[in-house]
């Protein structure tokens, strides 16, 4: 044997990988939906869907270019006898996606995951869900109106790329990141209108897991009509962050404001060091006359942002009253009375948010316009008459925009969980802050070594690449909750990326 030609074996993270997606049974499930030739097709559907998992979460290639990444791997040991790195070639994995499309990869991916959930004892108390977009490179026609397809199209774009087309992920999870549901959507879906089907899903979700006192947990997106009413009818508990759009939000902020003695400080929510301190204070009020609870929450954080936008705001005001004193005073008046009027007119219809304005009347005189020009004769006086005008100053309001700074370090939370005993105020505040763990979601997924830019030939398999990702996703934070509560029995922590010592390590 020649040893020159023997070539390093180098697994890495792949036998751990395919462990776990073999613990979710995605091959298995994916194998037993689809009606292959078994005896022509070495390779199965459910085969290539982990080679792709396993490829993603290690080591992200291009989908043909994936028999290089599996080339110096024993691939034999991981996807049987017979099998060697060349058997997954993009044919192979574009045959095995247009497989996935067929047997509905949406209910495909719910199911794996509410069988993981089941598998891994995971606890679901509550459902945290947000959307996201995905950059698509490459032209694609439409489909036909009878194609369930996802059309990959403009859209509001999250990355800030709104010159390319794209997909949408919508997904749910519990608060330790656990994926419930997900889907892969319209490139222009909206937030609004998909939480409303979302929710009505949601119940179905929460159903088959026997969770009673279902609890939905989203952004300020979420708060619309419709979406209130759809939580309503399917008996939801939500709790989602106010948006300014309603009237409410302002009044609450400006009644917290003033109602100082009623705060309840809660000290710090987040166990990291620079983690802002909050304090709290709850109203029940109605919107389209049904009862709600309302938490205002103060950060002490107030970040460079919210002061700058604030000073912007004060500076803009300043310029437009510089403008109005400028032409107001202008005006002239034949009677003080008229000018001391007019002034108080003036005074109480422009109010501002940072400045007050006063003024006073002042007389002038002037040579009266009817008076004849040219040299005056022998004993004639110039005719003169007294006109009114009005001189106003402006001052900053310093309690106004400390006020302001105030109110701007506040956000308001919304929920119809009405009854303190069931969740207090704190509660509420500490489960939206979860929140966070769907955005921790979105940062994987989107990471580039994760998923890079998509380019496929078709939108159905753009669509089943799609949900490829998203059990990639399901596969990363099943191993990633397993190793934290490894760590729960361990008396060390584990050093993570920054040399910082964590019980608790999140991707």
Known sequence: MNIKNIKPVIDGAIPLILKYCRKLKIAEYINDKINFDKERRLVSPGTAIEAIIANVLVDRHPLSRLDEFYENTDVEKFFGS???????????????????????????????ALEGIKTFNVEVK?????????????????????????????????????????????IACTNDKTIVTGEVLDGNTSD???????????????????VNNMIYVADSAALTKDNLDA?????????????????????????????TEKWTDVGKISNRKDSAKCKIQSFIDEINDRKY?????????????????????????????????KDFEKNEYYYEQDAVSE???????????????DGTVYSKDK?????????????????????????????????????????????????????????SDEDILKEYKEQVCVETNFKSLKNSDFIDEIYLKTPKRIEALGYVFLLALMVYTTIEREVRNALKKEKEPVIIPGKVKSYTPYG
Request: hydrophobic share 30%; with cysteine.
């Open 82 to 112: 017979g099998i060697n790195y060349r058997h997954l070639n993009d044919d192979a994995l574009g045959r095995a996606l247009d497989d996935f499309y067929e047997i509905n990869p949406k209910e495909s991916f719910s199911n794996i």
């Open 126 to 170: 509550s459902f945290h869900a947000d959307t996201t977009s995905k950059n698509v490179y490459g032209q694609y026609t439409s489909p036909s109106s009878d194609d369930n397809c996802i059309k990959i199209t403009y859209g509001h774009s999250k990355d800030k790329r709104p010159d390319l087309k794209q997909i949408m992920f919508g």
């Open 192 to 210: 609004k209108t998909w939480n409303t089907d979302f929710i009505k899903k949601i119940r179905t979700t929460a159903d088959r897991l026997d």
């Open 231 to 259: 939580a309503f009818e399917h008996n939801i508990s939500l709790i989602s962050l106010l948006p300014s759009t309603f009237n409410i939000e302002k009044e609450l902020k400006s009644k917290a404001y003033e109602n």
């Open 293 to 325: 609870r309302f938490i205002v929450c103060h950060s002490s954080a107030l970040d460079n942002r919210k002061i700058n936008s604030l000073k912007k705001k004060r500076d803009k005001e300043e310029m437009n009253i510089k403008k109005i004193i």
């Open 343 to 357: 002034l108080k007119r003036f005074i109480g219809e422009n109010e501002f948010n940072f400045y007050t304005i």
């Open 367 to 423: 040579k009266k316009k009817t008076e004849k020009r040219g040299k005056l004769k022998a004993g004639e006086k110039v005719q003169m008459e007294t006109k009114f005008k009005l001189s106003l100053q402006y001052d900053i309001n310093y309690d106004a925009f400390e006020r302001g700074k105030n109110e701007a370090g506040m956000f308001v939370l919304l929920t119809n969980i009405l009854d303190t005993q069931a969740m």
